[in-house]
């Protein structure tokens, strides 16, 4: 079973026994959250996360949304994003991708898209198993899908 809808507020997150997909808005344009996760991955670089863990592991957050602010910065008004849930034998694993677009103090780089899993460890703390992070550039500055290529 799949579930897909649009929140107008971050804040909430809503998950079923089997699959969640929310995409997640706080703006009104043209470009929908639905095109921008459409827009293809060419390529896309690992994050260490050994760090990021330690960070997590410090605070006491048990709201996902909070752990993905601590880990890219507050959601953006121009972004997206999808959170799915999946068992991998008797552990759940949550797979995320958070999309920060129209980055407006960057003259290269237009959005990050960043895939994250994460999951809970035995004292029920998140932790990221893996994250992965690419960009895209603005139309005159390069490619304009998601890829770990420069920007000029």
């Known amino acids: 079973m799949q579930y897909s809808f649009e929140l107008r507020a971050c804040a909430i997150?809503?998950?079923?026994?089997?699959?969640?997909?929310?995409?997640?808005?706080l703006r009104d344009s043209a470009a929908s959250d639905e095109s921008l996760l459409s827009i293809p991955v060419l390529s896309s670089e690992?994050?260490?996360?050994?760090g990021l863990n330690k960070r997590i592991n410090n605070q006491s957050e048990?709201?996902?949304?909070?752990?993905?602010?601590?880990?890219?910065?507050p959601i953006s008004e121009q972004g997206a994003v999808v959170?799915?849930?999946?068992?991998?034998?008797?552990?759940?694993?949550?797979?995320v991708v958070l999309i920060n677009d129209n980055i407006p103090d960057?003259?290269?780089?237009?959005?990050?898209?960043?895939?994250i899993v994460l999951k809970r460890n035995i004292s029920d703390k998140w932790i990221v198993v893996e994250m992965k992070q690419s960009w895209r550039c603005w139309e005159d500055r390069g490619h304009t899908q998601f890829s770990a290529e420069p920007c000029v």
């Open 106 to 115: 960057d003259d290269s780089v237009s959005g990050y898209r960043y895939h």
């Open 62 to 73: 048990s709201d996902l949304f909070a752990v993905l602010s601590m880990i890219s910065g």
């Open 83 to 95: 959170v799915r849930s999946n068992r991998k034998g008797s552990e759940k694993e949550y797979s």
């Open 13 to 25: 997150l809503i998950a079923s026994s089997t699959v969640f997909v929310g995409a997640c808005s």
């Open 46 to 50: 690992n994050i260490d996360i050994s």
